[in-house]
């Protein structure tokens, strides 16, 4: 299967995709690629940076292309040098027009940049984007002092940024409950205001904090002063933001569904590099798929899940780390009894509405589910196959994909989509899937060896999940 062109989701080979089922408990090795949200904040600092910086192990992938291309409109220079991007901040940012696609890091972490630039920086992306919340954002530039101006019909996307020279910075107030990322974005160009910038949440809880400590962290590491002493109060000191040369981390959101692999089939998943010490909210998925009841082991070979015979009904707040919510619904269609995630209202204005769209999926495969105001009953039933539509999002098209590695006949209706972040999504699930059947093989030669008179040599598909539609695995 080739790799998807990171620059759009319309590769038509891809859509409907068949997620292939498990022939074996999934036994796998699997590498993922460089942190969305660590990519797309370092490209932004680097622009805003008093000199060039470097980026290894950068995402490239639909979002972090998007980001990059945003940036080189405002005229700041970027050069892949092998592994490495090279960025080169300009003198001053240039106006110009932004694309960006379907991607909250683009929307929410470019318009603030516009501020310093010389001309209109007008903003559109995918029809789906207009949906995604931007109005709390785009007021706090306001109340700084750009001309924000609406050129479409919506409350978001798409619409015109119009700096000053002049801009002093000072203190804005915004309801962040929707997403972290206006206050993200704020924060990473406050220090290139002349006063600074302080930002008040008032609203209901700011979801995503570690989202907000991981930009808080990068501005630190680049020189920045930052008071986050109090809760919803953020203030960003005046200065200089230091070039750095970064290396970024494995995206642990994106080892979600293929941790969950090692959880749903009772196999066992390293994912190397995984850091001992991160910001990344992905590293909740080390509690998390333990509470689900799988084996969860950090060492020097980095995260090992290993999947027990049955998962456990969970009760999860998800607030801090709200991307993994479809693959942690999947987990929970797929477990012994009832589960519960909370603390996640925002997601409905995520890529699609996450809620809407995993009550209606799951219920079409048979799982029973309730949406409540901040999240998902999820009640496993009996699972049969069907098209599992993803919305464009690729998240729905990752938790599409652990279902189907146990429901037999799940078909994505567009597996494509997992380009936003994951360009190689299709191929390292196959990869991770191959692998898994040669390493049992591997076992069994081994067996074989130490007992060569076994008169029926055990087959791989002795004591596997079922495979077909009417043994589909069978729910309470
Ligand atoms: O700042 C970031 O990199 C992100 C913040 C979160 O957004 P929300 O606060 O809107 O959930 C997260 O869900 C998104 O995937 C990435
Ligand atoms: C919410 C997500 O993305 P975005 O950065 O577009 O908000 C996500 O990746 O789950």
Redesign the pocket.
Known sequence: MPDLDPTTTSDDDLRPWPAPQAPVPVTATVTVPGS??ET??ALVLAALASGPSTIVNGLDARDTQLMRDALRTLGVVVEDEGDTWRVTPPERFTGGSVGCGLA??VM??VPPLALLADGPVSFDGDEQAYARPMRPLLNALSDLGAEVTADGEGDGLPFTVVGRPDLAGGTVTLD?S????YV?ALLLVGARLAGGLEVLHAGPP???LP??A??VAMLRERGVEVDDSRADRWAVSPGVIAPRDVVVEPDL?NAAPFLAAAAVTGGTVTVPHWPTETLQ?GDQLRDILSVFGADVTLDDRGLTVTGTDQLLGTDLDLGG???LTPVVAALAALARDTSHIRGVA??R??ETDRLAALRTELEAMGARVHETHDGLTIHPRLMGGTTFRTYADHRMAQAGAVLGLVVADVVLDDVACTAKTMPTFVDLWTTMLDESVTEVDAELAVEEQVDPEVDDPPSIFDGLLPVSSDESRSRP
């Open positions: 969305k949200s797309n904040r909250g890091t929410r972490f962040a929707t997403s972290s990322q993200s700011v979801p995503s989202h907000i991981m930009t959101s909210p780390a709200s991307e925002h997601v204005g995520h």
